[in-house]
């Protein structure tokens, strides 16, 4: 088992910067999951965001996001974080932090076994 818990969000303006953290705790060896971030507007699906590789080699990013936010992680530290800068208010969502055993099919959702409650991102403009 895994528990995953966010923090960092906030309400910011368009434009600004926010780091979300997730710490991860449980039985398990952090560095073993691909770590993802999604998110989830009012009425909307949950969708992709960026993910992370096992060692941190590997990442991915949804096209809204590229240039935009970064993942990175430290496995010393059982965290994962999301820098979000240059935020606009299409980025206005709860976000999510997951965690699976897999390295490919990363965009899915559900290939993903662990999720924490997730971190309101609120962005004006």
């Known amino acids: 088992q895994v528990q995953l818990v966010e923090s960092g969000g906030g309400l910011v303006q368009a434009g600004a910067s926010l780091r979300l953290s997730c710490v991860a705790s449980?039985?398990?060896?952090?560095?073993?999951?691909?770590m993802g971030w999604f998110r989830q507007a009012p009425g909307k699906e949950r969708e992709f965001v960026t993910a992370i590789s096992w060692g941190g080699l590997g990442t991915l990013y949804a096209d809204s996001v590229k240039g935009r936010f970064t993942i990175s992680r430290d496995n010393a530290k059982n965290t994962v974080y999301l820098q979000m800068n240059s935020l606009k208010p299409e980025d206005t969502a709860v976000y999510y932090c997951?965690?699976?055993?897999?390295?490919?099919?990363?965009?899915?959702?559900?290939?993903?076994?662990?999720w924490g409650q997730g971190t309101q991102v609120t962005v004006s403009s």
């Open positions: 997951s965690a699976t055993p897999y390295s490919t099919g990363l965009l899915a959702p559900d290939r993903y076994h662990y």
């Open positions: 449980g039985r398990t060896t952090f560095s073993s999951y691909s």
